[in-house]
T-cell receptor
Framework: GAVVSQHPSWVICKSGTSVKIECRSL??????MFWYRQFPKQSLMLMAT?????????EQGVEKDKFLINHASLTLSTLTVTSAHPEDSSFYIC???????????FGEGSRLTVL | GENVEQHPSTLSVQEGDSAVIKCTYS??????FPWYKQELGKGPQLIID?????GEKKDQRIAVTLNKTAKHFSLHITETQPEDSAVYFC?????????????FGTGTRLTIIP
């Protein structure tokens, strides 16, 4: 079946540094990718919708200058957390929509810990 | 926007018994309702979904029912097994394949007691 791969699966960084998380669709072309953030014992909250070749659409309250999203190809979207702070520590999950079938697949998530 | 409420937040069930999780949604335009299972430290995994033109769908031990009039849908797991222990999320969207944004419920932590 279709697989969405996220890398890294976990990362620890110092406060003030930037971290990039990759989301790849391994066997299908993803016209749309979604980025979610999940705090411990909470639900998934949509951060932004990413369409290949265009600017991401951010949800209300999500700082676009802090969470940079790039969807430069049909198989790769990246989320960069700039100037990370401890409150950015969270589980970041991407999902990718198969551009042919419309099906949606989730990645395994990336756990970010900011010290 | 859409608002999805999910109950209960925690559920403990004896192995072999049934578990039921309920969700309500607010936007009558929503027409796609997936259920996800999330294990610790992993991404959500689709276990079953239902579209608005169907009232019930079953896949082995898992079933989902949808009441569009009342705007609620439920997940039913029968003959529960220890491996069913996880957090379950319902979700809703306005598109049949979830290609518009999903709004998730708050989650139910299901524990199967051996």
């Amino acid at each position: 079946g279709a697989v969405v791969s996220q890398h890294p699966s976990w990362v620890i960084c110092k406060s003030g540094t930037s971290v990039k998380i990759e989301c790849r669709s391994l066997d299908f072309q993803a016209t749309t990718m979604f980025w979610y953030r999940q705090f411990p014992k909470q639900s998934l909250m949509l951060m932004a919708t990413s369409n290949e070749g265009s600017k991401a659409t951010y949800e209300q309250g999500v700082e676009k200058d802090k969470f940079l999203i790039n969807h430069a190809s049909l198989t790769l979207s990246t989320l960069t957390v700039t100037s990370a702070h401890p409150e950015d520590s969270s589980f970041y999950i991407c999902s990718a929509q198969d551009g042919f079938t419309g099906e949606l697949f989730f990645g395994e998530g990336s756990r970010l810990t900011v010290l | 926007g859409e608002n999805v409420e999910q109950h209960p937040s925690t559920l403990s069930v004896q192995e072999g018994d049934s578990a039921v999780i309920k969700c309500t949604y607010s936007d009558s335009a929503s027409n796609y309702f997936p259920w996800y299972k999330q294990e610790l430290g992993k991404g959500p995994q689709l276990i079953i979904d239902i579209r608005s033109n169907v009232g019930e769908k079953k896949d082995q031990r898992i079933a989902v029912t949808l009441n569009k009039t009342a705007k609620h849908f439920s997940l039913h797991i029968t003959e529960t097994q220890p491996e069913d222990s996880a957090v379950y999320f319902c979700a809703a969207s306005k598109s049949n394949f979830g290609n518009e944004k999903l709004t998730f419920g708050t989650g139910t932590r299901l524990t199967i007691i051996p």
